[in-house]
Structure formats: C-alpha cells, structure tokens
T-cell receptor, first 115, second 115 residues
Framework: QQQVKQSPQSLIVQKGGISIINCAYE??????FPWYQQFPGKGPALLIA?????SEKKEGRFTISFNKSAKQFSLHIMDSQPGDSATYFC??????????????FGQGTTLQVKP | DGGITQSPKYLFRKEGQNVTLSCEQN?????MYWYRQDPGQGLRLIYY???????QKGDIAEGYSVSREKKESFPLTVTSAQKNPTAFYLC??????????????FGPGTRLTVL
C-alpha cells in the first residue's frame, strides 16, 4: 500500500514530441504528488507538484494530470527538448497527525530526447 | 549561497570498514533525510530526523546509523553490517517537521563504492 509504481522505465522521444510518464498508487491517504527531475551525477530537484483537489496543473511545458478515482497521475512534457533528458521520479506523501514529510518514490524513468 | 552540501563526492571503502558520509545544510531547515539510490529502484529512505537529537528509521535502516547533534548537520555512517553498500547516497531537507507539501531539497549526492 505504500508503493508508487512508475512506468515506463525508459523513454526515447524525438525533439518536439510529447513525453508521458505514468504513476499509480494504492494508499488513498496520499495527498501530495510531486515530480522530481534528476540529471546524471546530481541530486533530484522538484519539477512540479499537485494536490488531489485538482485534476491538472501546468507549469510551462510540464503538466501533471491527476485521476483520483483511478489513483493515477502522469507527467506530460510538451515540445520535449534535448535538455529535458534526465531521470524523472514521481513521489507521494500523506498528511495526518503522524505525518513526517516522508516521500514514497516511484522507480524512476530515464528520458532521452533525440535532436 | 544556501543549500545542501554532501561530502565526499566519491568514496571508496574496503569490505569490513565503516565510513561516514557528511551532509550539511544552511537553509535553517528542521527536517533532514537520507536516501539510497540504486538503478531501477528509485530512492529508498534510510533515516530521517525532524528535530535535533531525534531521528527515526526509514525503510532500509539496517546497516546504517545517523546522528543529529546540530540542526545543520546529519551525518550517515555506513557500517560493516550493511551487506551491499555500493550505491548513490542522497541527503535532503525540508523546512518544517511534517508538512506533507514541503519541498524536499536534495544535495548533490555521494557515490560509495565498496572494493
């Protein structure tokens, strides 16, 4: 119930295309769903995040789509660029009196955008 | 220049040795976390600390130990009891102790290799 399952493991997209990464969770107590971007040899950095009270959030070329009933959320990268080539992690955390801010991470997706 | 620093960047250890990884933050954040990253497995939580002189085990604490004597420092010791310590280790922090929507800021990581 604590898991977040992410797919695909790797993705190759042509420049200008749309990259789509999917995540699924089981624990309905999760209430915060961030996406992190990691370049080789670096630490992850927050890219965009969503709460379950909205179905979509857009920041520039990056959009999170959230389906509460299906317990799924996805990251869409529009007009993908070679500079977007990185590993992307979805994550989830839950509120509550014992909340610790702990994030549960998906397995990661390595994106390669070909010029 | 605020942020999280980790040292060393690369660390080599012989089997049977204990090693300590450094993590320092000057963000005045309350909570700090240690993750282990292995290919295809995402980030797994080792230990976390929400306040000075207190810390809790994460999902994979066996073979590791931590201390939190100062707010800005959260060193991780990889002991000889850790059976497979070769991995990329990431330290992170959040501003408050338990806000589920707090952004986790990551350091640049330490790559540990057991020879």
């Amino acid at each position: 119930q604590q898991q977040v399952k992410q797919s695909p493991q790797s993705l190759i997209v042509q420049k200008g295309g749309i990259s789509i990464i999917n995540c699924a969770y089981e624990n309905t107590a999760f209430d915060y769903f961030p996406w992190y971007q990691q370049f080789p040899g670096k630490g992850p950095a927050l890219l965009i995040a969503i709460r379950p009270d909205v179905s979509e959030k857009k920041e520039g070329r990056f959009t999170i789509s959230f389906n509460k009933s299906a317990k799924q959320f996805s990251l869409h990268i529009m007009d993908s660029q070679p500079g977007d080539s990185a590993t992307y992690f979805c994550a989830a955390s839950k509120a509550g009196p014992s909340n610790t801010g702990k994030l549960i991470f998906g397995q990661g997706t390595t994106l390669q955008v070909k010029p | 220049d605020g942020g999280i620093t980790q040292s060393p960047k690369y660390l080599f250890r012989k089997e049977g040795q204990n090693v300590t990884l450094s993590c320092e933050q000057n963000l005045n954040h309350d909570a700090m976390y240690w993750y282990r990253q292995d290919p295809g497995q995402g980030l797994r939580l080792i230990y976390y600390s929400q306040i000075v002189n207190d810390f809790q085990k994460g999902d994979i604490a066996e073979g590791y130990s931590v201390s939190r004597e100062k707010k800005e420092s959260f060193p991780l010791t990889v002991t000889s009891a850790q059976k497979n310590p070769t991995a990329f280790y990431l330290c992170a922090s959040t501003e408050t102790r338990g806000g589920s929507t707090d952004t986790q800021y990551f350091g640049p990581g330490t790559r540990l290799t057991v020879l």
